[in-house]
Each structure stands twice: as C-alpha cells, then as structure tokens.
C-alpha cells in the first residue's frame, strides 16, 4: 500500500513534467513565427515585409547572365558613297554575356530626295559574329529615307555567355549601302504602299530642280 | 493507484452494464477496446470517402460529384483517416497490450484514461458533422495549407475544434503511456528488456508530447487570422502563407512516424513469434526507433521543396531525409534476418507482418525518390506521392494494426480468430492494395495531379483500374468485420499462450485476459 503511494505520486510529477513540456510546446509553436521572420531576415530569402531591400541583390534573376565577366562592346558607323549622316548614340558599352542590350544609332538623310540604303554588320574580332544575337536590328530591313528625315533605331542584342573568355572587346560596326534604283520601287507603290502618298512629291520637286 | 483500484472495484461491484459501462469504465482493456471499435469506424467513414473519390475518378469528366464536394472528400479523408483510425488504433493497442506486456495492473491515470477516450467521438461529431453545415467541410487538403484554410467556411472552423480535441486526446494518452512504461513496469523488467512495442509507444509518446501542440498552435492560428484579425498567414497583413507550412510540417513529419513506429513494434512482436526466434539485434533496433524518431525533426521541410527554398536548404533537407534509410534499412534488415532460418510458420498474423515488411519497404523506396529535391520538384503534388504515402500508411500501419489484431484477438476475446477469413482478408487486401496504389506512380510519373477531380484522357485507362482495385480493397475490409465478429462470438477456444511461439507477460495470463490482471506484480526471472 506504502509502495503504491509513493508510485501514484511519482507518477503525478512525472504527469506534471509532461503536461508542462505540452504546454512549452504549444507555445514553441507560436515561437515559431518570429524565429522565422528573424531566419528570413537575415539570410534575406522570403522577405515580404521589405521586398526592396532584395532589389540590389536579387532583382535580376536571370540564371543565363554571366555576371563574372564583362564585355566593351564599340559601336562604328561607315557609309558607303552615301551621302547620309550615321552615327551611333554611344560610342561604347559594358555588357554582361547573357544580358539583354539595347542601344541606338541615329540616321539622317541629307538628301533632298528619298533615298533607300541597306545596313551590313560586320565584327571584330571576327570570332565574335558567331556569339552576338541581335533579336531586333535595322539591319533586317532596308531603311528608306525621306528627303531630310531623320530616324533613330534601336539594336537589341545578347552576347552569348558561350563567349570565348579571351575576347573581352567586341567592335560592332554597319556600314549603310545605298541600293539604286529601290526608291523607283517604293513610288510605284511597292511593298511599302502606305509611304507611297508622302513620298510621291518629293521625285517631282526632284525632277522640277534638275 | 489506490484511487484507480477503488474505482474500479466501485465499477464492478455496482455492476454498471450496457452503456454507463462503458462510459464510466477506467479499465485499460475496455478503453483499449472502446479505441479500436471507433478507430475501425473511422476507418470505414474515411473508407467511404475515399470509394467516393474513386468513383468519381472512374472516368474523366465529372460524374458522381462536384469539385467542390471532391475537395471535401480529399480533405475528410485525410482527416479522418490520420487522426480518426490509424492514431486511435494504435492507442487502443496501447492500451490494452502495454500494461500486459509490462505487467502492471492498468494504465497510470487509469481516470484520465477514460477522458482520453471520450474526447474523440465529440470530435469525431464534429469533423463528420461539417459536411452538413453551410459550405461543406473543410476542403482545403488535410495538411490545411494557408491562406485556403482562412479563406474557408465553417467546416473549417469545426476541423479546426476537432484537430483541438483530437490533439488534447492524443496528448493525455501520450502522456498516460510514457508514465505508465516508465514508472509501473514489473519489478525485474528493466527497459532494455521491454517488449520492443512498448519500446516503440514510448519514443511515440515523446513525439506526440513534443509536436502535437505544435499542430495545436497552427491551427490556432488560423483559427484567430480567420476571425481575430491576426495576421499570421496573411500576406495582406504582413503574414506569411509559407510559415504555415514549416509550422505545420514540424509537426507533421513527427506525425508521420508516430503513425508508422508502433507498427514497427507490433511488427517486431509478431515476427519472432512465428519465426520461433528472439528478435535479432533488439538493442540496435531500440537505438533505430530513437534515431527515427531525433531524425524527425530535422526534416520537415522535404515537404516543400516547391516553396522556393535556398539550394542550400534543398540540401540539407534532402540528405537528412536520406539518412533516416539508415535506422529505417536497420530495422527491416532485422526482421528479415529474424526470419532467417527461423522454423516459420504463415498463421495469418505472420502473413499481415510479412506482407507489412514487403510493402513498406517499397513505400520507403518510393520515399527516397522522393526526397531527392529535383525528382521531387517534378512529383510533388503528383499521384507518385499519393501512392508513396499510401505505400507506407496503409500497407505500412494499416496492415501491421491487422497484424497485431489477428495476433492478440485471442487473447482479447478468448477464441482463436477464424484462420480462412484471416487469410482471405490478407490475399485480398494484398491483391486490391496493389491494384489500387501501384500504377499511381506511374499516374504520377506521367503527371497526373493529385486532388484533382477530373483528368485527362490518357490516365483513364489506369484511374479506371485503380478504382476497381480501390472498390475491391474497401469490400475486402469487411472479411475483417466478419472475422471479428465471429471471433467475438465464439470459435475455438484460445490457450493462455495462443500462438506455439509467442513470448511475453501478455501470454502468461488467461485468454480471454480476465478484467483486472497483474494486481499482483509478476515476478520475472
């Protein structure tokens, strides 16, 4: 009987330890939350409350940049027999491989009658051709020009990052050619019928003048 | 104990019968009893769930219910099944097997024992209670992930009190079974000579005191973010849905092995009897348990590796799940080299165990695929995991609860369980298991989403026969029903050591076990 007293109340304090461990429990569920607010802050994953303090770091995410190295990437301009003003808006830029460019090159006709020219890239070194993805380019199309118009357009490319490391400068050079006889074209209503009204002066003022 | 004994005598000599004896019992072997009858209805509530989804996953298209009622039924299922059947069961084989194991007269707070008890079916009211209120049950998956939990109606509300309940009920039989194995055991059994079931329920019992409350406070929070302007979850408010999953994950992977470690140990029970051997490296296969049960904690996360974790807590994550292979891989080899050379016998608890050690381990197969973080980006979420979990829960604790009820029924109900229903049920089981759940992984290999009611046409072919397996696997339970209760009723009667090769204190008493045993304590060699 003695024996079995002193086991109930061992048994008690065992129950009292136990229920109290539940209860702590209970409460490290609720400590939960700022141990993970306070987690998330500090490595900066998951942070809702201040998404831009993440910006800087984390804003990019784009697996494909190879933020390792960088590339100068010159822009020329050349005319050929081509009376036309062309030059590029900046001179130079840094880029990533796998980073997404735009830049722009202004053109100018200074001519008093329309005139259509092609655009032919070229790049140094020449190995280079093979890792520069332009996705929108002037080059695609030939530019007609209206007397004095002028005209900024943009080139958007990407270096692939399977650039070979050595090359750390790339020189991208146009140089416009004038394709004879195209503007004849357009005015007889070719492919670009819409421009066909605006332009149809311009060759009569050019043949009053001459 | 004084008090307890009173009781009980009270209980005897005013010979309360029916009802009132059962409500007001402190009898570990009536709670016990009480338990299982209610897990085993659980289990069929949740089984007709389950049917329901199949038929409506028969065939694509949309035929037996609505999308929304499917969400329901996914959710229930879940609920049910979890923390309505598998749990309760295995406190019912608690509380009947470890004061007999241990020799000790009944379970410490044998009062609270019966409070523990009847929490649940309030519970229970409730959780099958909410498909009739406004809005349906709870239907936003059983892990009630934030924010469709806040966003839910009041079946929400009521899964929610039920989870509280259920949660309190747990807690107090966790807290009853780590007292009653620590401090009542028989003079002479030390714990390293304790049957490995009781060793298993205790480190279960530590898991449910340590992460049950935890459950608890996640619900909770959902609770007062639905209608006390908190904002724990909601991102509106500063909140954060993800939290809710690692809160309730550290809850939940604990969980899963508290559904999974007392199988382990009715496994461990029945093994050595019909192989006629002592279980092989008992010690290793303690330390196993333990380092299953430590391990746990430290993996929760494997559940979200579509979050957006860090690589870096990929991981982790991924190789602390892999480790548990390890006490997991101890244990299956010890059973198997139990086996080995052993004089076996296939009585039908031996097949349920041998059938178990089959099945799991595939389960736990499919559970290393899965923890490999970028398999599980592709599975996540897919019928691959579906099969998995039910590789491991249904063929894992289920078949080893029907292990350790064929194995202990005589000693229950004092008559041998009938040996052709008993197989009958395991063939049929094993069979229509398989139909159902193995091609889901290839379902879910092929992309199938889970919880979802309809599909696209490619999976018919499968879904089609899953669902046959599913109707076959369900009917197949009621040979169960019928081997019960004729074993209830009567059948041949069953020696005090029933099965030639069983060992333990459990054995040295009459079959039936009479209503108080162990008064006085067994004295062991």
């Known amino acids: 009987m003695n024996k079995s007293i002193m086991r109930a109340d061992d048994n008690r304090r065992l129950l009292l330890r136990l229920a109290v461990s539940a209860v702590v429990m209970f409460g490290f569920g609720f400590l939960l939350v700022p141990f993970y607010e306070q987690i998330c802050e500090a490595t900066g994953i998951n942070n809702y409350l201040r998404p831009e303090a993440e910006q800087g770091a984390r804003a990019v995410g784009n697996t494909q940049v190879d933020s390792s190295r960088s590339v100068l990437v010159q822009f020329d301009a050349n005319l050929h027999d081509l009376p036309w003003r062309f030059q590029p808006l900046q001179r130079s830029i840094e880029v990533h491989p796998g980073q997404f460019v735009q830049i722009e090159y202004e053109v100018m006709n200074n001519r008093d009658v329309p005139v259509t020219g092609q655009a032919v890239p070229s790049y140094g070194p020449q190995v280079a051709a093979r890792y520069f993805n332009k996705m929108e380019c002037f080059c695609f199309e030939q530019q007609t020009l209206a007397p004095g118009e002028r005209r900024i357009m943009p080139v958007v490319f990407v270096l692939d990052p399977g650039l070979p490391r050595e090359v750390s400068v790339i020189t991208l050079s146009y140089t416009f050619f004038e394709l004879p006889g195209r503007n004849t074209a357009v005015l007889t209503g070719g492919p670009a019928k819409q421009q066909a009204g605006s332009r149809s002066p311009a060759p009569a003022r050019g043949a009053g003048a001459t | ?525």
């Open chain 2, 1 to 525: 104990m004084a008090a307890v004994t009173h009781d009980q005598l009270q209980g005897h000599q005013h010979g309360q019968s029916g009802l009132m004896r059962w409500i007001t019992t402190t009898n570990h072997k009536d709670i016990g009893t009480l338990y299982m009858f209610f897990s085993f209805f659980m289990f069929l509530s949740g089984g007709v769930m389950a049917l329901t989804i199949r038929a409506e996953l028969f065939q694509p298209g949309l035929q037996v219910v609505q999308p929304e009622f499917f969400n329901q039924l996914t959710t229930m299922h879940g609920l049910v099944m979890v923390f309505g059947a598998i749990m309760p069961a295995f406190v019912g084989f608690a509380n009947w097997m470890i004061p007999l194991m241990i020799g000790a007269s009944d379970m410490a707070f044998a009062r609270m024992n019966n409070w523990s008890f009847w929490l649940l079916p309030p519970a229970a009211i409730l959780l099958l209670g909410s498909f009739f209120v406004p809005g349906g049950a709870a239907a936003a998956g059983w892990t009630m992930y934030a924010p469709l939990s806040v966003q839910m109606g009041m079946g929400m509300d009521l899964a929610i009190f039920a989870i509280h309940i259920m949660g309190i009920s747990s807690i107090m039989g966790a807290i009853n079974i780590v007292v009653t194995v620590l401090n009542m055991r028989a003079p002479g059994m030390t714990m390293m000579k304790m049957p490995m079931f009781c060793w298993t329920w205790l480190i279960t019992a530590y898991l449910l005191i340590a992460v049950m409350p935890v459950l608890a406070g996640a619900v909770t929070m959902i609770l007062t973010d639905r209608h006390f302007g908190t904002s724990f979850f909601n991102a509106a408010g500063g909140g954060d849905p993800v939290m809710y999953q690692h809160i309730f994950w550290f809850f939940g992977h604990p969980e899963v092995y508290i559904m999974i470690l007392p199988a382990f140990g009715i496994v461990s029970q029945i093994i050595p009897a019909f192989a006629r051997k002592p279980l092989f490296g008992y010690a290793s296969m303690v330390y196993a348990v333990a380092a299953i049960a430590i391990l746990s904690f430290a993996v929760w996360a494997h559940h979200m590796f579509a979050t957006g974790m860090p690589a870096a807590g990929q991981l982790f994550f991924m190789y602390a799940t892999m480790l548990i292979a390890v006490p997991t891989g101890v244990k299956v080899f010890n059973w198997v080299a139990t086996m080995w050379r052993g004089s076996l016998s296939f009585e039908t608890p031996m097949l349920w165990a041998v059938g178990f050690i089959f099945v799991f381990t595939i389960g736990g197969f499919t559970g290393l695929i899965c923890a490999i973080a970028p398999i599980d980006i592709q599975v996540q979420d897919t019928y691959y995991v579906v099969a998995h979990f039910h590789y491991v829960l249904v063929a894992g604790s289920l078949f080893a609860l029907f292990a350790g009820a064929y194995y202990w029924l005589p000693k229950w109900t004092g008559h041998m369980p009938s040996e052709f229903l008993g197989k009958l049920h395991f063939w049929c089981s094993l069979v229509f298991f398989n139909i159902t759940f193995f091609p889901m992984h290839f379902l879910g290999l092929a992309g199938m989403p889970r919880r979802i009611p309809d599909y696209a046409l490619q999976f018919a072919d499968f879904n089609a026969l899953i669902s046959i397996g599913a109707f076959g696997f369900g009917l197949s339970q009621l040979i169960f029903l019928v081997a019960v209760i004729k074993c209830i009723r009567g059948g041949e009667r069953a020696a005090a050591r029933s099965w030639e090769g069983a060992e333990g204190l459990e054995w040295t008493v009459p079959s039936p076990a009479p209503h108080h045993t162990f008064e006085e304590a067994p004295v062991l060699r």
